[in-house]
């Protein structure tokens, strides 16, 4: 039986990797219905839009700055489009092959599947750290988790990244899509949600895309203070599951890896930004006690607090 795919991007002030993406995605031996593109600010794409009207599939919808949200964006993306599958990528990940769409469909063969989602491989020149961060987090070979898995793998369970997944759209209308006003984590979140009505996620490894970066100290408290508020946002989610021992696994690993490569000079640095990710996430934990005017000051996006607190 043969299914429909839509893919779903989502822009803002797009570089040359955003239509090497769209190139890659042209590609694909299992072929996309059409790409919907969701694209903050017209005017980084007003004078593209011949280039993007050449492909032939794309379809582009502008939205404001002040009217992007990680979840309504997606769901209003998904309202574009009548696909059995849709998947949802960002605009920096780059297909490693022409097998990355038929890989996340093969999980889908189970009823039970409502998401799979790629593996993420380390951008030529890449740092170390990151490297290693990549490798953890992504690392090779299949994975099935269902509610059975929680009290074994916690928090991770429900990991999921919208940087490349597919989604199974009867089981997606079925719950309601994503958190539409959500600052962060709106792919754990709908997981969370998919797994506790007894589904299953499935990381499919050999679905590849090239993405990663090289956060400095202060991007990644920031990047993490997000993450903090986007846990304390949904206690329904997260309370009670830590998601601190997995940091601690990564710091642990990180290091042999770090040792074991000749790197160990970037363990100080490690080490720093480890601290700024787990100082950041506390301070997100707990933002609720902060003044707006720290808030702002951070969080990775300001205009999420204004409009929440009018």
Known sequence: MEYSVDAVILSYRPGPDFFE?????????CALNKIIIMNTGKEYLEEKKDILSSYGNVEVHHITKAD???????????????????????????????????ELLKPFSDP???????????????????????????PDGDAE??????????????????????YKREIFDALGGFTDDTLFNEDMIYASKAVKEGYKIYYASKARVFHSHDYTISQQYHRNFDLGVSQAQHPEVFEGISSESEGIRLIKRSIGYLIKNGKAYLIPEFILKCGARYLGYRQGINYKKLPLKRVLKLTTDPDYFLKERV
Request: charged share 25%.
């Open 112 to 138: 039970k599947v409502a998401v799979s989602y790629a593996r993420q491989l380390p951008r030529q020149g890449c740092g170390a750290i990151e490297r290693c961060n990549r490798a953890f987090n992504y």
């Open 68 to 102: 992007f949200n990680h979840g309504k964006t997606r769901n209003d993306a998904a309202g574009f489009s009548k696909a059995d599958f849709l998947l949802f990528m960002t605009m920096d990940a780059l297909p490693s092959d022409r097998d990355l769409v038929g």
């Open 145 to 166: 988790k269902s509610s059975a898995d929680i009290r074994r793998l916690g928090i991770k369970t429900f990991f999921c990244s919208n940087v490349c997944a597919c």
């Open 21 to 29: 993406v769209i190139e890659r995605l042209g590609r694909q031996k």
